[in-house]
């Protein structure tokens, strides 16, 4: 599902964040040391290789809501943008750091004149946030960010499950009605 807004498309799927040859750059829902683990990170590690680490070890350890920015090595991309999403219960608020988290992330990427993005749900795995809260917080910090991005023209969210697929293209259809 794609909805254009303000000449951007947002685009929801499903699939393997580590398999979108169609993106400038994906999203890695990191660890704080940008260590390679399991979800996304251990995803995105195996497939880039061991060179990604090496990159990462001089850029870590990151705190929530921080994004940095990588080669994308044997990934099909050129870039991987680490960002390290909040533990539910832990970091607090967890809204203010997802928000930051997709913000920073976005910024990142337009700073890189990247002109698409791909986003895996993040902290909705391992770190416990809830996907239905979570989705909430990333329109809406997306949705804000929009007017200010200049280059990028696709972000893509990229789902794993068929619940979440579906969490977030009800939010976007809901967002296409206006
Ligand atoms: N592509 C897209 N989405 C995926 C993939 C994939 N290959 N694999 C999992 N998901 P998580 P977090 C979904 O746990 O909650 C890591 O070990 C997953 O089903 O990867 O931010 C790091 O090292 C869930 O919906 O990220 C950190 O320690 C979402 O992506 C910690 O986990 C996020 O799941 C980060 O936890």
Do not use: W
């Amino acid at each position: 599902m794609i909805y254009t807004l303000q000449n951007i498309d947002l685009e929801v799927v499903k699939g393997d964040i580590s398999d979108q040859p169609d993106l400038d750059a994906v999203v890695n829902a990191a660890n704080a040391q940008l260590a390679p683990g399991g979800g996304v990170a251990g995803a995105i590690h195996k497939k880039a290789g061991p060179d990604l680490f090496q990159e990462c070890t001089e850029l870590a350890p990151i705190k929530p809501g921080e994004a940095v920015i990588t080669k994308a090595y044997k990934l099909p991309n050129r870039n991987v943008v680490h960002c390290l999403g909040p533990v539910y219960g832990k970091d607090i608020p967890e809204e203010e750091y997802l928000a930051s988290c997709y913000k920073n992330s976005l910024l990142l990427a337009e700073r890189h004149k990247l002109s698409s993005l791909g986003f895996p749900a993040i902290s909705t795995g391992i770190f416990g946030y809830p996907p239905e809260l979570a989705v909430e917080v990333v329109f809406k910090t997306v949705l804000a960010e929009l007017p200010k991005l200049e280059h990028l023209k696709k972000i893509k969210f990229v789902l794993f499950s068929d619940e979440d697929l579906r969490l977030y293209q009800d939010k976007l259809k809901k967002i296409s009605l206006g």
